[in-house]
């Protein structure tokens, strides 16, 4: 609703009150429409603020309205009769001033910002474009190069920056509604013409074409195939080239063909998704609400190789004190100069203060006896981390997190090195730690609600998406991973190459195919994870090198490495390189050779393999492991899988992750083409589909939001 009242004497005060954000609700705007109205009737009302309850303007349109049928009084004509208003209208924007809500204030005459708030046309995060006005708006007001910027990014900008753009008038450190309606006392009877911006012309540009063509090639690259950008950069040019009447049709038009779209539905999913995830359970029956995070001020990182540094400069950055630990001196050096030139150029972008005086670096463990929480990242190695956790165990004061950054292995087997169980979780961060939003919370069997609460706090006060995720291995990220590569690795077995294979990725919206990312990871990693669980050691005579423990299986990852072809760092992998370290991947005709060898070796005649097939049988194998980590509760529901790859493994945000994108193909058609594959390879049981996805299609294939429903009846069956 919005609320009404008069105050100063001659001042109307509307305050949008719709929690937590003030949203643009149905009731918002009809509230919007009916206290206009009453202050422009008003004879002793000479000025209007518009302000937000709780010192919040307003968020936007309410994003969940948009999944049904829009009712109410609609945007586009609430704003221009503010902007048409004889009255002067000014917007008090405290807090934020986000997609719909910056557009409100676009339509106003004057704006003041306090100096904490953020402003922003994020819509293209949600496959949309700024449409009540934004698009044909903005630019006029603020020139077309900075507004593409901005409509096209969804960034927010500070008080500082809109004002430095022109998007405020005023930027101030007091009551922002206070100092806006004492602008509104003295801007009253003045004209408004020169204050309305749909009747500005855009501030002229020398070569439009050129700079629209520009900025499109880069936008289309940048974008990987969402189609929200490209109508962004088409509805500016619009009002870049347009009178404002034809600019808001084209707007309209535009916004018309996205609002449908499956990209839209599923980036507003993904919104939603983000949120739900932090409000975890378990299936013991621990909850984010019922249980207590302790406060955690010093950490400890154990390992300062390429994890470790990482984790400590995303722990630093948010002003905790950082307790490292690496025994190899070398190593120790090196890291303490890696660390501290990552602070610095992160401090440098973010124009403040590098944090360096926030770590100490150690070379042994009894350092760490202080501290409220310690996060392990020493190889991968099982016993060296059992030997780890038996010393923090006893090191540590009582009550200390012990925390491992393991990718695969049983965090409940590090438990039961310490005295406290309880008090073990696993906070797998992933690669650069510092960079990647993505953090999986690993609870075992005896992890306590408290240990879970206080790494997921943990990760939020660092700035990570957190996922609560079971034991098992590999988790939910790195277990679903291994039937998409194992299929990768099949595809060039039975005729495809790498190229063809990331093409196909590619153009579904991977930054990178799956070859171009091993050789990048390295070769070498998965190469040592399959000799630990040996696999990847030589047949014996008689036995097949293409089955092991009777299921079909791939060598041509273990051959390349036994050549000494780990990937970029050696400059050889599934493709080749300029140097060792180089970067950019080129076939590589030794690599193809060497396949067609392979193959005549085993008897495999190659066949012509399709994007279609590369698609289905890389992403189902993939989507078929994720419903059985739901079937197996490791993971409470779709949306904490779809996160985990939207933020930890590239999958395209306008894909939504794989179990919504699964809805979206189609849940018949993924278990039918699965059926298709695994009876063409029986020898793979990861084809076969799974309990869950059949029941899921029994049940009539109900949307993603009601898939938690069948699961709770089937683990209730089991
Ligand atoms: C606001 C935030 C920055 C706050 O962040 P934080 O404090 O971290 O809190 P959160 O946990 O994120 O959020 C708290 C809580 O609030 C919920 N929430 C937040 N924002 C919204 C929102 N806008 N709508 C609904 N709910 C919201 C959030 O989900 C949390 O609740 P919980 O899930 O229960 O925990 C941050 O939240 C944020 O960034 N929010 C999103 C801001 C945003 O993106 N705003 C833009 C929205 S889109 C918009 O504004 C567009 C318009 O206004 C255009 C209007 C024109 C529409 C025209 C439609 C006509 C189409 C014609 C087509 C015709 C087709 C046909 O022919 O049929
Ligand atoms: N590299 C990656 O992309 C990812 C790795 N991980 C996991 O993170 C952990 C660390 O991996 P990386 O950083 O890649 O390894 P790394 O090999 O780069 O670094 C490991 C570091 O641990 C140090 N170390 C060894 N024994 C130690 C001890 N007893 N005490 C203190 N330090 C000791 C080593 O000297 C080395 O500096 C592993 O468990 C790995 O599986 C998790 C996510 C991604």
Same mark, same amino acid.
């Given at each position: 609703?919005?609320?009404?009242?008069?105050?100063?004497?001659?001042?109307?005060?509307?305050?949008?009150?719709?929690?937590?954000?003030?949203?643009?609700?149905?009731?918002?705007?009809?509230?919007?429409?009916?206290?206009?109205?009453?202050?422009?009737?008003?004879?002793?009302?000479?000025?209007?603020?518009?302000?937000?309850?709780?010192?919040?303007?307003?968020?936007?349109?309410?994003?969940?309205?948009?999944?049904?049928?829009?009712?109410?009084?609609?945007?586009?004509?609430?704003?221009?009769?503010?902007?048409?208003?004889?009255?002067?209208?000014?917007?008090?924007?405290?807090?934020?001033?986000?997609?719909?809500?910056?557009?409100?204030?676009?339509?106003?005459?004057?704006?003041?910002?306090?100096?904490?708030?953020?402003?922003?046309?994020?819509?293209?995060?949600?496959?949309?474009?700024?449409?009540?006005?934004?698009?044909?708006?903005?630019?006029?007001?603020?020139?077309?190069?900075?507004?593409?910027?901005?409509?096209?990014?969804?960034?927010?900008?500070?008080?500082?920056?809109?004002?430095?753009?022109?998007?405020?008038?005023?930027?101030?450190?007091?009551?922002?509604?206070?100092?806006?309606?004492?602008?509104?006392?003295?801007?009253?009877?003045?004209?408004?013409?020169?204050?309305?911006?749909?009747?500005?012309?855009?501030?002229?540009?020398?070569?439009?074409?050129?700079?629209?063509?520009?900025?499109?090639?880069?936008?289309?690259?940048?974008?990987?195939?969402?189609?929200?950008?490209?109508?962004?950069?088409?509805?500016?040019?619009?009002?870049?080239?347009?009178?404002?009447?034809?600019?808001?049709?084209?707007?309209?038009?535009?916004?018309?063909?996205?609002?449908?779209?499956?990209?839209?539905?599923?980036?507003?999913?993904?919104?939603?998704?983000?949120?739900?995830?932090?409000?975890?359970?378990?299936?013991?029956?621990?909850?984010?609400?019922?249980?207590?995070?302790?406060?955690?001020?010093?950490?400890?990182?154990?390992?300062?190789?390429?994890?470790?540094?990482?984790?400590?400069?995303?722990?630093?950055?948010?002003?905790?004190?950082?307790?490292?630990?690496?025994?190899?001196?070398?190593?120790?050096?090196?890291?303490?100069?890696?660390?501290?030139?990552?602070?610095?150029?992160?401090?440098?972008?973010?124009?403040?203060?590098?944090?360096?005086?926030?770590?100490?670096?150690?070379?042994?463990?009894?350092?760490?006896?202080?501290?409220?929480?310690?996060?392990?990242?020493?190889?991968?190695?099982?016993?060296?981390?059992?030997?780890?956790?038996?010393?923090?165990?006893?090191?540590?004061?009582?009550?200390?997190?012990?925390?491992?950054?393991?990718?695969?292995?049983?965090?409940?087997?590090?438990?039961?090195?310490?005295?406290?169980?309880?008090?073990?979780?696993?906070?797998?961060?992933?690669?650069?730690?510092?960079?990647?939003?993505?953090?999986?919370?690993?609870?075992?069997?005896?992890?306590?609600?408290?240990?879970?609460?206080?790494?997921?706090?943990?990760?939020?006060?660092?700035?990570?998406?957190?996922?609560?995720?079971?034991?098992?291995?590999?988790? +939910?990220?790195? =277990?679903? &991973?291994?039937?998409? %590569?194992?299929?990768? !690795?099949?595809? #060039? /077995?039975? $005729?495809?190459?790498?190229?063809?294979?990331?093409?196909?990725?590619?153009?579904?919206?991977?930054?990178?195919?799956?070859?171009?990312?091993?050789?990048?990871?390295?070769?070498?990693?998965?190469?040592?994870?399959?000799?630990?669980?040996?696999?990847?050691?030589?047949?014996?005579?008689?036995?097949?090198?293409?089955?092991?423990?009777?299921?079909?299986?791939?060598?041509?990852?273990?051959?390349?490495?036994?050549?000494?072809?780990?990937?970029?760092?050696?400059?050889?992998?599934?493709?080749?390189?300029?140097?060792?370290?180089?970067?950019?991947?080129?076939?590589?005709?030794?690599?193809?050779?060497?396949?067609?060898?392979?193959?005549?070796?085993?008897?495999?005649?190659?066949?012509?393999?399709?994007?279609?097939? +590369?698609?289905? =049988?890389? &992403?189902?194998?993939? %989507?078929?492991?994720? !419903?059985?980590? #739901? /079937?197996? $509760?490791?993971?409470?529901?779709?949306?904490?899988?779809?996160?985990?790859?939207?933020?930890?493994?590239?999958?395209?945000?306008?894909?939504?992750?794989?179990?919504?994108?699964?809805?979206?193909?189609?849940?018949?058609?993924?278990?039918?083409?699965?059926?298709?594959?695994?009876?063409?390879?029986?020898?793979?049981?990861?084809?076969?589909?799974?309990?869950?996805?059949?029941?899921?299609?029994?049940?009539?294939?109900?949307?993603?939001?009601?898939?938690?429903?069948?699961?709770?009846?089937?683990?209730?069956?089991?």
């Amino acid at each position: 609703m919005a609320q009404y009242s008069r105050i100063s004497g001659s001042v109307g005060l509307i305050t949008l009150k719709s929690p937590p954000v003030n949203a643009l609700s149905a009731v918002v705007r009809q509230g919007i429409v009916d206290t206009v109205e009453k202050a422009l009737s008003d004879p002793k009302v000479k000025s209007v603020v518009i302000c937000g309850q709780n010192g919040i303007f307003c968020g936007g349109a309410d994003i969940k309205e948009f999944a049904g049928n829009m009712s109410g009084p609609p945007l586009v004509p609430i704003i221009h009769a503010i902007e048409a208003a004889n009255k002067p209208m000014v917007a008090a924007i405290e807090g934020i001033a986000l997609g719909g809500g910056l557009e409100l204030a676009l339509g106003c005459h004057y704006r003041v910002a306090h100096a904490k708030a953020r402003l922003g046309l994020p819509e293209v995060t949600l496959g949309l474009l700024p449409a009540a006005g934004g698009s044909q708006r903005l630019p006029r007001l603020i020139g077309v190069p900075a507004a593409l910027d901005l409509i096209t990014t969804g960034r927010h900008v500070t008080a500082a920056e809109a004002l430095q753009l022109g998007i405020v008038d005023q930027v101030t450190d007091h009551k922002t509604v206070d100092v806006a309606v004492k602008l509104a006392l003295s801007v009253a009877g003045k004209p408004l013409d020169a204050r309305r911006i749909s009747t500005y012309l855009c501030p002229p540009l020398s070569a439009l074409d050129p700079l629209f063509e520009e900025v499109m090639q880069k936008v289309r690259q940048r974008a990987r195939g969402a189609i929200a950008p490209i109508a962004c950069v088409q509805a500016v040019r619009a009002a870049a080239a347009l009178p404002y009447a034809q600019g808001m049709e084209r707007e309209k038009e535009l916004m018309a063909t996205l609002f449908t779209s499956g990209q839209a539905r599923a980036l507003q999913y993904s919104f939603f998704a983000q949120r739900a995830v932090s409000k975890w359970s378990t299936p013991s029956g621990a909850r984010w609400d019922t249980s207590t995070p302790r406060p955690v001020h010093k950490v400890a990182v154990i390992g300062l190789g390429t994890m470790g540094r990482g984790i400590a400069v995303a722990l630093a950055q948010a002003g905790l004190s950082v307790v490292t630990v690496e025994p190899q001196e070398k190593q120790l050096m090196e890291a303490k100069q890696a660390v501290s030139g990552m602070l610095e150029r992160g401090a440098k972008k973010r124009g403040v203060a590098p944090p360096l005086n926030n770590i100490t670096y150690n070379s042994n463990i009894q350092a760490v006896a202080d501290v409220d929480l310690v996060i392990e990242a020493v190889f991968e190695d099982m016993a060296l981390k059992k030997k780890v956790f038996q010393q923090l165990s006893v090191v540590c004061k009582p009550g200390t997190f012990l925390c491992t950054n393991t990718s695969a292995l049983d965090v409940d087997q590090l438990a039961s090195q310490t005295r406290t169980p309880e008090l073990v979780v696993g906070m797998h961060f992933f690669a650069p730690a510092n960079v990647m939003k993505l953090l999986e919370v690993v609870y075992g069997p005896r992890s306590s609600p408290q240990a879970l609460a206080t790494a997921m706090q943990l990760g939020k006060k660092i700035g990570k998406v957190s996922v609560a995720v079971g034991n098992c291995r590999g988790f +939910v990220g790195n =277990r679903m &991973l291994k039937p998409y %590569i194992e299929q990768a !690795f099949f595809l #060039l /077995e039975e $005729g495809a190459t790498p190229e063809l294979v990331d093409r196909a990725l590619e153009e579904f919206g991977f930054s990178m195919g799956i070859f171009k990312v091993s050789d990048l990871s390295g070769l070498d990693v998965g190469w040592r994870v399959r000799k630990g669980d040996g696999l990847a050691e030589p047949r014996a005579t008689g036995q097949s090198a293409r089955i092991r423990e009777g299921r079909r299986y791939s060598p041509l990852g273990d051959l390349l490495c036994e050549q000494g072809r780990f990937g970029q760092k050696t400059g050889r992998g599934w493709y080749q390189y300029s140097k060792p370290g180089g970067r950019e991947p080129s076939s590589d005709p030794w690599f193809h050779s060497f396949l067609k060898e392979y193959r005549a070796k085993h008897g495999l005649v190659p066949r012509a393999i399709d994007h279609q097939e +590369v698609l289905e =049988r890389c &992403l189902y194998a993939l %989507i078929n492991e994720g !419903f059985r980590i #739901l /079937e197996d $509760g490791i993971a409470a529901g779709p949306e904490d899988i779809d996160v985990i790859y939207l933020f930890g493994y590239g999958w395209p945000s306008y894909r939504g992750g794989p179990m919504f994108y699964a809805g979206m193909v189609g849940l018949p058609k993924v278990l039918d083409r699965l059926e298709h594959y695994y009876q063409a390879h029986p020898d793979v049981p990861y084809l076969q589909p799974c309990t869950l996805l059949r029941r899921l299609v029994a049940s009539g294939s109900p949307p993603v939001h009601k898939w938690r429903e069948v699961i709770k009846k089937l683990h209730s069956q089991l």
